[in-house]
Nanobody, 125 residues
Framework: QLQASGGGSVQAGGSLRLSCAAS????????IGWFRQAPGKEREGVSC????????YYADSVKGRFTISRDNAKNTVYLQMNSLEPEDTAVYFC????????????????????WGQGTQVTVSS
């Protein structure tokens, strides 16, 4: 199982760090993606990281503000979110998949088989 945590309410310009922890599942060989869904909108890819940790991708909307990282020893992936904007308000989900190319992670939600429950992020202006 995957469990996302670390969400909360912050003012614009603030920071949050989301964690995606796995239980009963080793993330060592899994690509991990972070996705978000705002009210009335479709779920979108935010960032992803390869199983090796050497390759990361970001949506244009978060480039330069968000950083994804992983600690395989802790079986956890993080999403550091800085300079948060009201447009970042959404429920954030993490997802994992062992079949995604080890050097080419994906922001396509349909490529991920394992999903965790989301964590709410609210950014006020």
């Amino acid at each position: 199982q995957l469990q996302a945590s670390g969400g909360g309410s912050v003012q614009a310009g603030g920071s949050l760090r989301l964690s995606c922890a796995a239980s009963g599942l080793s993330l060592d060989y899994h690509a991990i993606g972070w996705f978000r869904q705002a009210p009335g909108k479709e779920r979108e890819g935010v960032s992803c990281i390869s199983s090796s940790g050497r390759t990361t991708y970001y949506a244009d909307s978060v480039k330069g503000r968000f950083t994804i990282s992983r600690d395989n020893a802790k079986n956890t992936v993080y999403l550091q979110m800085n300079s948060l904007e009201p447009e970042d308000t959404a429920v954030y989900f993490c997802a994992a998949d062992p079949q995604i190319h080890p050097q080419k992670p994906s922001l396509d939600q349909y490529e991920y088989d394992y999903w965790g429950q989301g964590t709410q992020v609210t950014v006020s202006s």
